[in-house]
């Protein structure tokens, strides 16, 4: 009986850490959904003649989602674990 006890409690904590990466990482798209909405209202309320910074921009943005990607993938393999 005390055995079994605590492979339950292991069990119950293995799962409680699951849904706590599950929470973060619904949080992480949360941020990561605010981000995107926001850089995209910056780059669409430029001027046409604001070109060099445009590119700029762009390239911020680019690398940003790289990023964020990689941070995704990192997510998704601890939540697979």
């Known amino acids: 009986m005390y055995f079994k006890n605590i492979y ?6 293995m799962r ?17 959904k605010d981000n995107l909405e926001k850089t995209y209202d910056e780059i669409s309320t430029l001027k046409g003649s604001d070109l060099s910074v445009r590119i700029v921009k762009t390239e911020r943005i680019k690398q940003r989602i790289l990023e964020l990607k990689k941070e995704v993938s ?3 393999r601890k939540l697979k674990y």
């Open 74 to 76: 990192n997510l998704e």
């Open 8 to 13: 339950d409690n292991k069990i119950e904590k």
């Open 16 to 32: 409680l850490e699951r849904e706590i990466e599950g929470l973060r990482f619904v949080e992480f798209l949360k941020e990561l």
